[in-house]
C-alpha cells in the first residue's frame, strides 16, 4: 500500500500506526484548557490533534421537542436538544487558528472534521494537512464531493454504513480527485464495545476499496486498539481529555494522557511485532542458539566403546549433534576417548 503524507507524517504499514487525539468538546469552552489538551497530547507521544468545525445552527435546527430532544435512558446525553448539545460542545472557529499554531509548535499535526460546506472553506482558509469526515457524514455526498474537489488527503469514518453505501462514497470521493484515502473502522455508539467491534472488517475493507484503513475506537481502554494493528489499522483515532472526572460531553468515554501514553507505546510495539513471515532463528534468537538440547557424552569413554542409552544422552546445551540422530548412533562406537561432557559430533563416530 502506497504511503500517505499528512502534515509531517508518513501513514502506511511501513511505519508505526498514525496516533490522533481527537478533542470535540473536551476542552469545555475554554480555549486554555484546549491548549492543555494540546501540551497534554504531545507529551503522551501522539501525533495528532483532530477538532471539529461547526457551529449548532449548522449541524441542527434550534427546536426543543420530538426528535430534536434526547430522551433515550441510555444516552450520555439524555435531557439535552441537539442544539443545546452542539452549542456546548462546539470548538469555536477563532479558536482554530491558536490551536493549530500550538499544534505546529509541539510538531503536531493539526486537522479537523468539517460538518458543513461552510466548514471546508474555512478550514481551507488555514490549509488544513487533511480532511476528516465523521460518521454520521458519511452518507452526506455533497460534503464528500466538496472536501475531495480539495484534493487533501481524505480520512473517513465508516461507522453504520453498508456496504453499499461505502462504495457510493469511495466512489464520489475518487471521482472527485481524491487521491489519498484512509477509511477508518468505526462503531459509532459512546462508548463502544469490544464484542461490537468488529476488527476482522479492516482487512475487508482494505481488499474491497485498495486504501488504507485504520479505527476509529470508541471503546474504554487499549486492547481494541492494540488488536487493530495485527489487522492492519495504519491509524488509530481516541477521544482525548485531560481528565474524565472534569466532565464534558464526550468525557465519560476519552482517554487520559497516561492512557495515550500507553496507546502509543503498545501500538508501536504491535506494529514492531508484526515483522513478516520467517522461521528459524533470529538475529535476536542467534545467542539462544546454544540452549537448544543436544548430544553429549555422558559417562566416561575410551576408544572402542560403543554408544548406549546410558553412555550417550540429549541435554542442554547446543553444542552437540542434533538429537534427531540419538536413535542413529545407538550401537556405534567412539574412536577416541571422550570424557563425560563431551558435545558428541561426527569426528568422533
Known sequence: MLEIIIGNRKICSNYPPFIVAEMSGNHNQSLDRALDIVKAASEAGAHAIKLQTYTADTITLDVDENEFYINDPNSLWKGASLHKLYQQAYTPWEWHEPIMKRCFELGLVCFSTPFDETAVDFLESLNVPCYKIASFENADLPLIRKVAATGRPLIISTGMATLAELDETVSTARKEGCKDLILLKCTSSYPATPENSNLYTIP????????????????????????????????????????????????????????????????????????????????????????????????????????????????????????????????????????????????LI
Open 204 to 347: 475487508h475493507m482494505r481488499e474491497l476499496f485498495d486504501c488504507q484503513v485504520g479505527l476509529s475506537d470508541h471503546t474504554m481502554g487499549i486492547g481494541v486498539s492494540v488488536a487493530s494493528i495485527a489487522f492492519g489499522a495504519t491509524i488509530i483515532e481516541k477521544h482525548f481529555t485531560l481528565r474524565r472526572a472534569d466532565g464534558g460531553v464526550d468525557a465519560a468515554f476519552s482517554m487520559e494522557p497516561e492512557e495515550m501514553k500507553s496507546l502509543v507505546e503498545e501500538t508501536k510495539r504491535a506494529w514492531q511485532a508484526m515483522g513478516r513471515v520467517t522461521y528459524g532463528a533470529t538475529a535476536g534468537e542467534m545467542n539462544s542458539m546454544k540452549f537448544r538440547r543436544s548430544l553429549y557424552v555422558a559417562q566416561d569413554m575410551k576408544a572402542g566403546d560403543v554408544f548406549t542409552i546410558d553412555n550417550l544422552r540429549s541435554i542442554r546445551p547446543g553444542y552437540g549433534l542434533p538429537p534427531k540422530y540419538f536413535d542413529h548412533l545407538l550401537g556405534k562406537s567412539i574412536k577416541k576417548d571422550a570424557k563425560k561432557g563431551t558435545p558428541v559430533t561426527w569426528d
